[in-house]
């Protein structure tokens, strides 16, 4: 059974940070690259960040880019999003996904093969 669990996430500050971590089990994880996305309250779900399935290589969305790191361990089947400087309009609901071709990503949200429930990051003072 394919299961993508996201944890890490709470309240922060603005200019805090919050560490998540997505465990993966079921699937081959090494194989696949790894995205996080986010869903703020009333809108669309947003890329936020990927790796490849060996980590060489890493992508942000200009939104995020200097501010959040990601990183993954293949021993441990994990995906993580370091947050630093964490801004009000970071509050979403934050997703991790897999993808079968380990070197790239899908061109839509929907091409993902599996999907985890989501971490809930509230930015607020």
């Known amino acids: 059974q394919v299961q993508l669990v996201e944890s890490g996430g709470g309240l922060a500050q603005p200019g805090g940070s919050l560490r998540l971590s997505c465990a993966a089990s079921?699937?081959?994880?090494?194989?696949?690259?790894m995205i996080w996305a986010r869903q703020a309250p009333g809108k669309g779900l947003e890329w936020v960040s990927g790796i490849y399935s060996d980590g060489s290589d890493t992508h942000y969305a200009d939104s995020v880019k200097g501010r959040f790191t990601i990183s993954r361990d293949n021993a441990k089947n994990t995906v993580y999003l370091q947050m630093n400087s964490l801004k009000p309009e970071d509050t979403a609901l934050y997703y991790c996904a897999a993808y079968s071709w380990g070197l790239g990503y899908p061109g839509s949200l929907d091409e993902y093969n599996y999907w985890g429930q989501g971490t809930q990051v509230t930015v607020s003072s």
């Open positions: 079921g699937f081959t994880f090494s194989s696949y690259a």
